[in-house]
């Protein structure tokens, strides 16, 4: 036992990828910048380059780099490798579930300008309609990719 | 002399304005080939896989080419511009086509990967004509 | 050979930059670009195409992308036999 490594690597039963304490501290601190990172891509995509597919790679990319360093173990406390396909799946269906709401207010599949909340213009309701839009494309990138990785692993 | 010149300059300025205008699409035929080369030519199945993702680097760069335009800015929509004159903006189009692409492209990737595993963990080889003779 | 056809790079010419083509009918591009902010009110045009005009588009990316990762995790599962 040396007094050198990251507290984690002491947990019982937990082993983790590698044993340098350089990349333990670089991956600890990385990863929440870059989650950081992608959820202003996520939010700020409306008034800048960015948006649902590239905050979702962001998101990924930030559990990823736990998962490579850490080990697959303990970064299963950041994100559960069984909550991934579920947490795409929801994502999938807030996207379609938005269409569908359109459609029982009377318009189209996906004609957010219908959506009923009738207190405001049809051109912000079709604004904040991108958000949800944008929600739902972030669960699906962010959780299938980090479940194609685990697979890989797995296997 | 200067006739030397005028001849010297008549061949320079179409050749600096042809590369000028053209680096792009040969230089992503390039890529283009050399991801072909390695799909078609090689025997490992990793191989064939980093010579498709070759190819789709280089339609998606392709498409980002012909979005571009001179003296354009990216498409966020800024006051002082306006709207009226659609050359102030890049084209937003292929833009948003290669966005989606783009995420296509990762996750044919990691099915690919997937199948490998899948391929070796079944017949020890990822050798197409080893892998052809043990699937006899 | 085909390549030397093509407009060249940064070319406000080209075919696909002009507001109404040869047979009279609206072009996509410059059509996003005049119209996004005031059907949507949101300053970014590739957001309003992803997510407003070719939204359909989008709905079945999302689709490819979630039936991508339902392919993996049935492909390499392990089989309990």
New interface residues.
């Given amino acids: 036992m040396t007094p050198t490594r990251v507290d984690a690597c002491h947990i019982e039963g937990m082993k983790s990828q590698t044993d340098s304490p350089i990349i333990h501290v670089c991956a600890r601190g990385l990863a929440p910048v870059i989650l950081i990172i992608g959820l202003y891509v996520f939010f700020h995509g409306h008034y800048s380059p960015g948006g649902g597919f590239q905050g979702g790679v962001l998101l990924a990319a930030s559990f990823l780099l736990l998962r490579m360093t850490l080990g697959t173990q303990i970064s299963q406390l950041v994100m559960p490798s069984r909550l991934t396909i579920t947490l795409s799946a929801i994502g999938a269906l807030i996207f379609a579930g938005t269409g569908l709401v359109a459609i029982f207010a009377g318009g189209n599949f996906l004609d957010y300008g219908f959506l009923p909340v009738p207190w405001f213009d049809p051109a912000y309701l079709r604004n904040y309609a991108i958000l949800f839009i944008e929600l739902g494309v972030t669960l699906t990138v962010m959780a299938t990719l980090v479940s194609i990785y685990d697979d890989l692993l797995e296997a | 002399m200067t006739e030397l010149m005028e001849n010297y300059n008549g061949f320079l300025v179409p050749a600096i304005s042809f590369i ?7 230089f992503l ?1 390039a890529l283009f080939t050399i991801g072909l080369y390695a799909m078609m030519m090689k025997r490992n199945l990793m191989k064939k896989i980093m010579g498709m993702s070759f190819i789709q680097s280089a339609t998606i760069m392709f498409w980002i ?6 003296d ?1 800015t ?5 006051q002082p511009l306006g ?2 004159n ?2 102030l ?1 890049l ?6 086509l290669m ?2 692409a ?3 492209a ?3 990737l ?2 690919s ?3 490998i ?2 391929i070796y ?1 079944r017949y020890q080889t990822l050798d197409e004509p080893l892998l052809l003779e043990r699937m006899q | 050979m085909a390549t030397l056809e093509l407009p060249p790079r940064g070319d406000v010419t080209a075919p696909v930059h002009q507001t109404v083509n040869k047979a009279g009918d609206p072009v996509a591009g410059a059509y996003f670009i005049q119209n996004a902010y005031r059907d949507a009110a949101t300053p970014n045009m590739v957001t309003v195409i992803l997510a407003d005009y070719r939204s359909w588009d989008t709905l079945g990316e999302v689709v490819v992308v979630f039936a991508g990762g339902m392919a993996c995790y049935f492909i390499l599962r392990r089989r309990e036999s």
Avoid: S
């Fill in positions: 000028q205008g053209y680096y792009a699409y040969l035929l080419v012909a979005a571009y335009k001179e354009a990216v498409t966020v929509y800024h709207l009226e659609p050359d903006y084209n937003p189009l292929p833009h948003t966005l989606t783009i995420v296509v990762v996750v044919t990691g099915l990967f997937a199948l595993v899948a963990r």
